[in-house]
């Protein structure tokens, strides 16, 4: 019991250190939140944390939340982000352009919407697991004192 406590205010902390654009070490934290799994499932053949930077088929979904969240965003229109995203992902409402270049447009895919909002949900209160590579690759590409998410 007292271990789950000092889990709780360690989550809470680095949830607070996440929305103050502090870059912290990847942690993919221990929890029952049912978008944890969903992701995995639905999301991971392309998005996955540990494929390599040149065997992946879709940028890992860390990445995506630094385009879809900054400091101002809210969870509902994250939410609303991702879903509507989801519903028809096409070019022109494309925030990744890098990644429509290297991967193309991520294809339509029949996800249920209360899948989708589970794992929106998880995506925006949770530090995601991500890729080795990634805080190099981030901090190359956007330079130093020059990042925004
Ligand atoms: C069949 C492969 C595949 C699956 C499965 C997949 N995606 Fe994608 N996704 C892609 C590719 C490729 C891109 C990068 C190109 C792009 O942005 O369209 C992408 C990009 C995205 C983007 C950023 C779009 C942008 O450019 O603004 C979001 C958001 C996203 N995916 C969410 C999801 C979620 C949530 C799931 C699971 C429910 C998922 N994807 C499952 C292939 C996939």
Not at 69 to 91: A, G, H, L, Q, Y
Not at 93 to 99: D, Q, R
Request: aromatic share 12%; charged share 30%.
């Amino acid at each position: 019991m007292r271990y789950a406590l000092i889990l709780l205010l360690f989550i809470v902390s680095c949830h607070e250190s996440t929305t103050n654009t502090t870059l912290i070490a990847a942690k993919d934290f221990e929890t029952d939140h049912p978008g944890k799994e969903l992701m995995k499932t639905y999301c991971y053949a392309c998005h996955s944390p540990t494929a390599s930077h040149d065997e992946r088929l879709g940028p890992p979904m860390e990445a995506i939340k630094r385009h879809y969240k900054t400091t101002s965003t809210t969870k509902e229109e994250f939410i609303n982000d991702i879903k509507s995203w989801i519903n028809d992902p096409n070019e022109q409402n494309a925030k990744m352009f890098g990644a429509v270049r290297r991967f193309g447009v991520m294809p339509k895919q029949p996800f249920p919407e209360d899948t989708i909002v589970q794992i929106a949900d998880y995506m925006y209160d949770y530090e995601l697991e991500k890729p080795e590579w990634f805080n190099a690759h981030f901090n190359d590409k956007r330079g130093k004192g020059a990042r925004k998410f």
